[in-house]
């Protein structure tokens, strides 16, 4: 189990270990602009976070207590979340995966996506929300 939670802390360390690296020769721009046009690797990448933050929290058991309140209180809702998690990041993945095969392909369903879906009835949903500021 400690082997999951430290291959999660490498990962970390690596991708923020490497943004130094990127700013300082001065391919920053570039990098940034590459992912907005192509953003499979940065897809596939969030997908693998979320997914391994969900497994962690499906299988780690916090504290070590045994017991059915601890279970019933503690341990199925971080489960539950944990199975949320992973839900959500394994369609991440394969939307990266498929952008990196089918850029042309994944270009028009995001076209399309934004087409049927009514941006400005969201907008208009958190305006209303967060009401006007004075």
Same mark, same amino acid.
């Given at each position: 189990?400690?082997?999951?939670?430290?291959?999660?802390?490498?990962?970390?360390?690596?991708?923020?270990?490497?943004?130094?690296?990127?700013?300082?020769?001065?391919?920053?721009?570039?990098? /940034?602009?590459?992912?907005?046009?192509?953003?499979?690797?940065?897809?596939?990448?969030?997908?693998?976070?979320?997914?391994?933050?969900?497994?962690?929290?499906?299988?780690?058991?916090?504290?070590?207590?045994?017991?059915?309140?601890?279970?019933?209180?503690?341990?199925?809702?971080?489960?539950?979340?944990?199975?949320?998690?992973?839900?959500?990041? /394994?369609?991440?993945?394969? /939307?990266?995966?498929?952008?990196?095969?089918?850029?042309?392909?994944?270009?028009?369903?995001?076209?399309?996506?934004?087409?049927?879906?009514?941006?400005?009835?969201?907008?208009?949903?958190?305006?209303?929300?967060?009401?006007?500021?004075?």
């Amino acid at each position: 189990m400690r082997r999951l939670l430290y291959l999660a802390v490498l990962v970390v360390v690596l991708g923020l270990a490497g943004c130094p690296y990127v700013s300082t020769d001065g391919v920053w721009h570039s990098t /940034l602009n590459y992912l907005t046009r192509r953003p499979g690797p940065a897809l596939i990448g969030g997908g693998l976070l979320v997914v391994g933050t969900g497994l962690l929290l499906m299988i780690i058991n916090l504290h070590g207590r045994r017991g059915l309140a601890w279970m019933l209180l503690v341990r199925i809702p971080w489960s539950l979340l944990g199975f949320i998690l992973v839900v959500v990041g /394994l369609p991440l993945i394969g /939307l990266g995966v498929w952008e990196l095969i089918e850029p042309l392909a994944f270009d028009r369903f995001i076209g399309d996506l934004q087409q049927r879906f009514d941006w400005r009835a969201l907008e208009r949903w958190w305006r209303g929300l967060t009401g006007p500021r004075r």
